[in-house]
């Protein structure tokens, strides 16, 4: 029942009250006793479905501590401030209006592994929930601190003063959100003019889609180009990821934000360590190697980075898709965390975001899917890595074939019977010619079984 970063459904149809009973029940069963933090963003359902969730997680005897509307981030950095057993966030983070989910958090504040989503899921089948005597249900109590509480967190991190010098223009765009609670007055306490578009929370998302992807944030690049703004910044619908917006109205791709961050806090130390799923590209390899530092590849997924993160101690994490890690404040995704690190360097470094951008290596992708039969699904995967077991490759993850010019990652997707094949080259003509490679491959390894 959990996909790639909790369970997810459309309101009402598969993601129902009594789904988010029984399964707060089976957390409650699994991680209990204890206090379990909850929060919720502005999607439609978060009142309902978080009453039933503190009714199923005290029924077993857990407490509950409600940090009310914040985002992801901000509920996984006061668990184990608030010494609490675990979390429950109510969102499905970038998903279209109609979707609702939980993420289920771990003591740590990471998403909770795979093993104890198994856990879970096991009693959420059999039903096999505890209940409470008359006398041990759990307390509600409320805490209203949060959002404070981490804004200092974040501010702690950064050269304030240095910031506040610099009086930086930017336009958040909070995706009618939880992100707008937080990242328009940490920018203003940072001494920056903030204009806020879609500040005001609505679960319908009446300004966009809440996925910050660039067809969703049109507006957003406008406005930053016509008013002369620094830079734009916008999240998703749980603020767990922030995309910019340079002073020209162009929007970054998620590898150059994540990019231009790794470069600078890699480089801090020599040494450092930056974890990252196989499915990033040379534009962060090339930014490591330069900073001295190197790269430890996940599986494709935010969960497996965070965990990796804490498991190993490693400086920085991050993703193609813009999410980025930091474990000095927290080892999990952080967009308004992400949002002040690219301020910083723009306050700091004196240049333009556009400029900053320009220095950065350019890559060329190409992404194509393939349709395969269901079942043939796995074999095929078994064929690909007994084809290319004479190539460069890495196997974490499907197929990740590394040529001098690019690579290929060929990997099956979770839900539908499709491969994905992901190809990235110096021009766009050896992205397209890799990307041919690897469907060719696809097909070949299909013959085969
Ligand atoms: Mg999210």
């Known amino acids: 029942m959990f996909g790639t970063n909790g369970v997810r459904g459309i309101i009402n149809e598969d993601f129902t009250v009594e789904l988010v009973l029984n399964l707060s029940r089976a957390v409650g069963t699994v991680l209990g006793p204890g206090a379990v933090g909850i929060a919720r963003d502005s999607r439609m359902g978060g ?53 609702n989910g939980m993420k289920v958090i771990g003591s740590t504040g990471i998403e909770i592994s795979r093993e104890i989503e198994n856990q879970i899921g096991l009693i959420y089948q ?10 041990k249900i759990g307390l509600v109590t409320h805490y209203d601190s949060a959002i404070d509480v981490y804004i200092e967190g974040i501010k702690k991190l950064l050269d304030v003063d240095r910031i506040k010098n610099r009086k930086l223009k930017v336009i958040v765009d909070c995706a009618n959100s939880v992100g707008g609670l937080v990242t328009p007055r940490l920018l203003r306490e940072l001494g920056c003019t903030v204009v806020s578009l879609n500040a005001q929370l609505d679960g319908s998302f ?23 703004a620094d830079l734009g910044i916008a999240h998703d619908g749980d603020a767990d990821r922030a995309t910019f917006v340079d002073e020209t109205g162009r929007v970054l791709w998620g590898d150059q934000s994540f990019a231009l961050i790794a470069s600078r806090v890699l480089a801090k130390k020599h040494g450092s360590t930056l974890v990252t799923p196989v499915s990033s590209g040379r534009l962060i390899e090339d930014v490591v190697r330069k900073a001295g530092a190197r790269i430890d590849w996940t599986e494709v997924g935010s ?27 927290q ?16 306050a700091l470094e004196g240049k333009t975001l556009s400029q900053l951008v320009s220095e950065l290596p350019a890559y060329f992708n190409t992404k194509v899917k393939v349709h395969v039969p269901q079942e043939k699904k796995e074999s095929i995967l078994e064929a690909l890595l007994e084809l290319s077991k004479d190539m460069n490759r890495i196997t974490i993850d499907g197929v990740k074939i590394i040529h001098d010019d690019g690579w290929i990652l060929i990997r ?12 990235e080259g110096n021009t766009q003509e050896t992205a397209d010619r890799l990307s041919d490679e690897g469907v060719r491959l696809i097909e070949r390894a299909e013959k085969l079984v």
Request: charged share 15%.
């Open 47 to 99: 009142e309902m479905f978080t009453r039933v969730l503190t009714s199923g997680l005290t029924s077993t005897g857990c407490s509950v501590v409600d940090l009310g509307l914040v985002p992801s981030p901000t509920l996984q950095y006061m668990i184990p401030r608030l010494g609490c057993i675990a979390g429950v966030m109510v969102t499905a983070s970038h998903n279209p209006p109609q979707f």
């Open 126 to 135: 059999s039903k096999q929930f505890k209940i409470a005597d008359w006398n």
């Open 206 to 228: 009446p300004g966009r889609n809440p996925e910050p992807i660039p067809e969703n944030i049109k507006d957003l690049a406008l406005a930053v180009r016509v008013t002369g």
């Open 303 to 329: 969960v497996v980075v965070s965990h990796r993160l804490e498991e190993i101690g490693a400086e920085l994490g991050g993703e193609e898709n813009g999410g980025v890690f930091f474990p000095a404040h």
């Open 331 to 346: 080892p999990v995704r952080d967009g308004a965390m992400t949002a002040t690190q690219v301020v910083e360097m723009i």
């Open 412 to 423: 099956p997707s979770g839900t539908e019977p499709i491969y994905r094949c992901f190809a």
